[in-house]
């Protein structure tokens, strides 16, 4: 059974960080991209930074390059997300998702994933 588990969000301070992980279980990531998403309240969901399974390509929205920063150990079977000075803004809850890498590559589009974490709520606030 497919199963991802997002963990590492919480409340932290504007400037602050943390760092969320996505744990995968029932398959091997080793084929697979993943990628994280958010939605905020009363918005869309939206791609924040995906990753690619063969190279090790990344995606980032504009609104977190140089901040954010997405990397995966597949011995691990884990994604990560380090998130460093953070805003207000990056409120949000927080998936994580997967699909072949062979369809989607590095792309970050919410529709083209299959499986999905419940989410982890990050709040930036002081």
């Known amino acids: 059974q497919v199963q991802l588990v997002e ?13 969320l992980s996505c744990a995968a279980s029932g398959f091997t990531l080793d084929y ?5 998403f958010r939605q905020a309240p009363g918005k869309e969901r939206e791609g924040v930074s995906c990753i690619s399974s063969s190279d090790g390509s990344t995606y980032y929205a504009d609104s977190v390059k140089g901040r954010f920063t997405i990397s995966r150990d597949n011995a691990k079977n884990t994604v990560y997300l380090q998130m460093n000075s953070l805003k207000p803004e990056d409120t949000a809850v927080y998936y994580c998702a997967t699909a072949p890498s062979i369809r989607v590559g590095v792309r970050c589009r919410l529709n083209e994933y299959d499986y999905w974490g419940q989410g982890t709520q990050v709040t930036v606030s002081s």
């Open 32 to 36: 697979y991209a993943i990628g994280w």
């Open 7 to 19: 963990s590492g969000g919480g409340l932290v301070q504007p400037g602050g960080s943390l760092r």
